[in-house]
């Protein structure tokens, strides 16, 4: 099978790759390993940026987005029973939708299945040669059969443990990360979300109220990285989230069915360079932020915006310049958001480390942000507007 671009990886970053470039004329082929069940199944963030709204509109993706997804205008952190909100828009001008990551990934397969476009499920990639040529080629199994794709450029969007990244010459490949000793319980319920996504910063540890719908509440706990989810029942959990939240009387927080349980385990890693010869990695084979901030999926759109407007020049009259660049641009984007995440991270956890001294500076740190508009004001941009990229499609 021949090819322009070969894709590893149906996740967020290769299934945008795939609709940038057919926009553009240029034909790629998606090799996903797992299967498409597995796939629309996989429950992550679901905090659409302003960039990636956009990016859905203009490939004319975005009308089950629009019609069940909700838009998010505030940001609260909690601390000492107080609450500091942020009015996104009043801040910022723009604001966030809530639309889960599996349904943005339903939405891009079904249009791509629909297209006829080349999307092979479970083709598990054995490994990527000829990166350094004018021809790599992929290996992978299908249906217990070998076989090669043949293309002119490779994007690795297949993940931290991705043969995307395996490929890149170790001896170039400069790998940094931070391993938390803490992890997010987290759970879905049917109950009422609060009204905004609200953070707290408690003595016993932080939590997160969020939504996947109005019927549909996403909350987690900080716990300790070696947690089993089903250790803790509902009653246990409910009755922490409360206290954490500061909800004494117990009537702002509204209770249902929990019937889903998981733990994110939280770790901040960035990797460089994105590219070698050929071969090109996006997403999460090159970045991973703690969850806190919501960045993972609008980093790896806003990495495959720049990618496919490189490839679009290079087909387009040949210079190979925008596609030199591509890692240089993407690798400071990727530590910003890494920075701004892991210092949210670091505002609103409770550290087992921390002394007395580092516990009040911490929560002198809040102090300031609530008393201050430029301090929210560029939270709120940093939560908002990080991976937002006007001059690219």
Same mark, same amino acid.
């Given at each position: 099978? @021949? ?60 009308? @089950?987005?629009?019609?069940?997804? =909700? ?27 809530? %639309? ?59 993940? %931290?443990?991705?043969?995307? #990244? ?37 003595? #016993? ?13 996403? =909350? %987690? ?122 210092? =949210? ?27 201050? @508009? ?17 001059? %690219?499609?």
């Amino acid at each position: 099978m @021949r090819t322009q671009v070969g894709i590893i990886g149906a996740g967020p970053a290769g299934l945008f790759l795939s609709h940038l470039l057919k926009a553009q004329g240029i034909e790629s082929v998606i090799l996903e390993a797992r299967s498409r069940p597995y796939v629309e199944g996989r429950v992550r963030a679901g905090v659409l940026e302003p960039g990636t709204i956009e990016t859905l509109g203009r490939l004319g993706l975005d009308a @089950r987005m629009r019609r069940e997804g =909700l838009v998010d205008e505030g940001l609260d952190m909690r601390f000492r029973g107080r609450t500091i909100h942020l009015d996104l828009p009043g801040l910022t001008g723009k604001s966030v939708m809530i %639309y889960g990551q599996q349904e943005v990934v339903k939405d891009l397969i079904a249009a791509r299945v629909e297209a006829g476009d080349p999307l092979v499920f479970e083709a598990q990639v054995t490994r990527i040669e000829g990166i350094e040529t004018d021809r790599p080629r992929i290996h992978y199994t299908e249906g217990g059969t070998d076989k090669v794709l043949e293309c002119d450029f490779v994007a690795g969007c297949d993940g %931290y443990h991705g043969a995307g #990244r395996a490929t890149m010459p170790q001896d170039i490949l400069q790998v940094f990360e931070q391993v938390y000793d803490f992890a997010w319980l987290g759970v879905l319920a049917r109950a009422r979300p609060m009204p905004d996504m609200t953070y707290t910063n408690s003595d #016993r540890g932080f939590a997160l109220c969020s939504r996947r719908s109005m019927q549909v509440s996403r =909350l %987690y706990l900080q716990v300790p990285a070696d947690t089993d989810p089903n250790s803790w029942s509902d009653d246990r959990f409910w009755d922490e989230l409360h206290a954490r939240m500061f909800d004494e009387g117990r009537t702002e927080i509204e209770e249902g069915e929990i019937f889903q349980r998981d733990l994110a385990k939280l770790r901040a890693f960035v990797a460089a360079p994105m590219q070698h010869g050929r071969l090109f990695l996006a997403g999460d084979a090159v970045h991973i932020v703690p969850p806190a901030g919501a960045k993972g999926l609008n980093m790896a759109v806003a990495d495959v915006r720049v990618l496919s407007r490189a490839l679009t020049e290079f087909y387009r009259t040949g210079s190979r310049a925008e596609l030199e660049g591509y890692s240089t641009l993407c690798v400071e984007r990727a530590w910003r958001v890494v920075r701004f995440s892991s210092t =949210l991270t670091g505002l609103l956890h409770k550290f087992g480390h921390h002394t007395p001294m580092q516990r009040n500076l911490q929560l002198a740190e809040l102090e300031y942000i609530a008393g201050s @508009r430029n301090a929210q004001a560029s939270i709120a941009e940093q939560y908002v507007m990080l991976n937002y990229l006007p001059d %690219y499609p």
